[in-house]
């Protein structure tokens, strides 16, 4: 299913699944342009170089967008598969895994593409970047947790997707995606830290950029409340999945 779903959203287009690629190069050409051209943004602890700006922003992206994805679909994936609640004895639970694994696969592919940039721009690869999938892994288990919860409300509040679209843009601004944290006021840090994302779009841009092993009692905290945001989502879901077809 995840594979239909990643080949069914390009079918019909004339470069395919192609785009895949070309989406996240033409995201990371308009955002360097709008924050080191326009905004003359640099960050701190590198050079002043355009490409060094593009290296560190796209890497929160990357992030982000596998956070941001998921989260907007969640509330519409029951509505939008009427028939395997109606009709046949389906798991439903696994519709938020499919949606997820169809991300993972975008956020595959942009790391590759920045991969391929930082390769372009240094010559070689941080060994670190090989545990930038195991930094991910916390908000892999954050992220199925709130779909399988959202997943849920979405059947008995369609007022849901709307909300939470404007939750993850909300959410890109107050995220380090943009900015580093050291430039964030002492006194906003906590709330800063508080977000979920921050953590790890710090932590993918240690392990890539830095070439420094991750914070490894914080990221054992984080896999701790990643599996519990994911358990009591799942938890969430079977309570309340007896009432779909009623509702539907």
């Not at 519409?76 to 696969?105: C, D, Q």
């Not at 995606?177 to 800063?192: A, H, L, N, Q, W």
């Not at 779009?201 to 945001?229: H, T």
């Amino acid at each position: 299913m995840t594979k239909r779903e990643v080949i069914g959203r390009y079918r019909g287009s004339m470069m395919g699944i192609l785009w895949s690629f070309f989406n996240p190069v033409l995201m990371l050409s308009v955002y360097t342009f709008v924050f080191s051209v326009v905004f003359k943004a640099r960050w701190n602890g590198t050079s002043a170089s355009k490409s060094e700006f593009a290296i560190v922003l796209f890497a929160g992206m990357i992030v982000y967008s596998l956070f941001a994805e998921t989260i907007n679909r969640a509330p519409t994936l029951i509505i939008s598969n009427v028939n395997y609640v109606k009709k046949v004895v389906f798991p439903l639970e696994i519709l938020p895994l499919v949606a997820l694994g169809s991300t993972l696969f975008h956020t595959a592919v942009s790391t590759l593409v920045w991969m391929l940039f930082y390769l372009v721009i240094h010559g070689s690869l941080q060994w670190t970047s090989l545990l930038f999938p195991l930094v991910l892994l916390p908000l892999v288990m954050f992220t199925l947790g709130l779909s399988w919860f959202l997943a849920s409300i979405g059947v008995y509040l369609r007022d849901v997707a709307q909300t939470v679209s404007v939750f993850t843009t909300i959410m890109m601004f107050l995220s380090p995606v943009f900015f580093s944290i050291t430039s964030v006021p002492e006194d906003f840090r906590p709330f800063m830290n508080a977000n979920p994302l921050t953590f790890i779009i710090e932590q993918g841009r240690e392990v890539l950029i830095w070439g420094r092993l991750p914070d490894w009692p914080r990221f054992a905290l984080s896999i701790f409340v990643g599996m519990i945001v994911a358990w009591l989502g799942f938890a969430w879901f079977q309570k309340t999945r007896k009432g779909f077809s009623d509702v539907l």
